[in-house]
């Protein structure tokens, strides 16, 4: 029964990565436990909110992570898949980056333990997650977290928050409000985020649910950016028409799953 083998596999891969990051027997135990525990929880309809503490190892970086139980399928993608760390990173080493759509840092993680010395600037409008945000990297250096979001415009927009899947909050409505709640937020252009920053900004990572267009087809200075990666959820038009908005990129696509994309940029290094 294929459906049997996708089940013992994902477990599986869920399991090796709790194992694999655990930095002690405990967070070995509780991240590969996660899963299960989330879906247990979900079939008889529980919160998932609760904030578990666990140490980590990421590269040379040993931190403590609080992530809740339905973060864990976030933990595996960018911890377990390593999405957004790229060949061209690790041969121009990034001095400063942008991570729009923060969530609860695991990105950030991630490029403070391949680059110690980067400066990253973390957006992030969702209450609950810049919570977390703000403990999963109180002990990092040069970490700059702002409690907003970003948009085509500086404005104060609601924010869509899923209790049980906070990685799902959007700017957009969703179809299905149920488990959703309001939040009013602000957010700005990204060409203001990026004048404010103003140093040099080497990388943008994003992951800002179904916004890329409107936010990158009102910047002219994110043609600047040498190196782009994000998710980007849209059709395959669609996501034509958001690669036609970097002509001076070199574009690398993949399809994680229907009308969603793993996008990488980078510009020309001659250029």
């Not at 599986?12 to 070995?28: E, F, M, P, Q, V």
């Not at 969703?174 to 990026?194: G, H």
């Amino acid at each position: 029964m294929p459906w049997l083998v996708n089940k013992f596999k994902t477990t599986y891969d869920y399991t090796a990565t709790g194992i694999r990051l655990g930095a002690n027997r405990r967070s070995k135990l509780l991240l590969a436990s996660m899963l299960p525990r989330l879906k247990c929880y979900s079939a008889l309809g529980m919160s998932t909110s609760k904030v578990y503490v666990a140490e980590v190892t990421i590269g040379e970086l040993r931190h403590a992570l609080h992530l809740r139980k339905q973060d864990i399928f976030i933990l595996h993608e960018i911890l377990g898949h390593s999405p957004y760390m790229t060949g061209d990173l690790y041969q121009n080493r990034p001095r400063c980056i942008i991570d729009l759509g923060a969530h609860i840092g695991l990105a950030t993680l991630q490029f403070k333990a391949a680059f110690p010395e980067v400066a990253i600037h973390c957006y992030e409008p969702d209450p609950e997650s810049f919570r977390l945000l703000e403990l999963n990297t109180k002990a990092l250096s040069n970490v700059l977290l702002h409690h907003e979001g970003v948009g085509s415009e500086l404005a104060k927009a609601i924010l869509y928050v899923h209790s049980n899947r906070h990685s799902a909050t959007s700017l957009n409505p969703p179809k299905d409000k149920s488990d959703v709640y309001e939040v009013e937020c602000v957010v700005k252009s990204l060409d203001t985020i990026l004048r404010e920053v103003g140093d040099t900004v080497d990388l943008i990572k994003f992951d800002i649910e179904g916004i890329e267009y409107p936010v990158f087809s009102h910047s002219g200075l994110v043609q600047q950016v040498r190196f782009l990666v994000g998710e980007i959820k849209a059709s395959s038009r669609e996501l034509d028409q958001f690669v036609k908005l970097f002509p001076s990129h070199h574009v690398s696509t993949q399809q994680m799953s229907r009308n969603m994309y793993l996008i990488h940029l980078s510009q020309n290094l001659d250029s």
